[in-house]
């Protein structure tokens, strides 16, 4: 079957880092996605790896190992704002994308 | 503003009623997705149009019946629904999918559609 795990929640501490992982068993593997979704708004997209390693873009970072099925992402200096669902998703076969759960972020002060 | 525009927002149906969401886009893109986001759950795929033809349907039950007239233009009928269809139905918009493409999901900020 086909499946997507991440945690469901996380809570961290403004400034700080968090690391939000993934991992994923699909039929065919052909790229992961990473999106943000702020409560009551549309999901809006943050990052994608279609290979293995570190892609980094500003505060945000997300990492992939296809061997491993696992991915994460890294936000750094984390604001109030960056609280937000953070939904990881995986093209698997013939184009299909298949969606985590996500991860509900909480940033205390 | 996402590109991608849905109404309405809100929508409170009975179970008897016919009603229609609609989903818009002004990205140039030739596919395009509805998917339902219930509480606690992963987004769920309902359908999906390439070039204004399904080329999915994720064994939707026929009380949703979506209608694309061209590639900016995406609607979901809906007739006869049950209280759990309850839930932010998101549509969004890309190039198609394929081996040698993944084009991100712009989506839409969704209908919030309860049934009474």
């Known amino acids: 079957g086909q499946n997507i795990d991440q945690p469901t929640e996380m809570t961290a501490t403004e400034g700080a880092i968090v690391q939000i992982n993934c991992t994923y068993q699909?039929?065919?593997?052909?790229?992961l996605f990473w999106y943000q979704q702020h409560a009551g708004e549309a999901p809006t997209f943050l990052s994608y790896n279609v290979l293995d390693g570190l892609e980094e873009k500003g505060r945000f970072s997300s990492f992939l190992s296809r061997s491993k099925g696992y991915s994460y992402l890294l936000l750094k200096e984390l604001q109030m704002k960056d609280s937000a669902s953070y939904l990881c998703?995986?093209?698997?076969?013939?184009?299909?994308?298949?969606f985590g759960q996500g991860t509900e972020l909480s940033v205390k002060p | 503003e996402t590109g991608v525009t849905q109404t309405p927002r809100h929508l409170v149906m009975g179970m008897t009623n016919k009603k229609s969401l609609k989903c818009e886009q002004h990205?140039?893109?030739?596919?395009m997705y509805w998917y339902k986001q219930s509480a606690k759950k992963p987004l769920e795929l309902m359908f999906v149009y390439n070039f204004k033809e399904q080329t999915e349907n994720n064994s939707v039950p026929s009380r949703f019946s979506p209608e694309c007239p061209n590639s900016s233009h995406l609607f979901l009928h809906l007739h006869t629904l049950q209280p759990e269809d309850s839930a932010l139905y998101l549509c969004a918009s890309s190039q198609p999918q394929g081996s040698e493409s993944n084009s991100p999901l712009h989506f839409g900020n969704g209908t919030r559609l309860t049934v009474t």
């Open positions: 998703a995986v093209t698997s076969q013939g184009g299909k994308l298949i």
């Open positions: 990205l140039g893109h030739n596919a």
């Open positions: 699909t039929s065919g593997f052909n790229g």
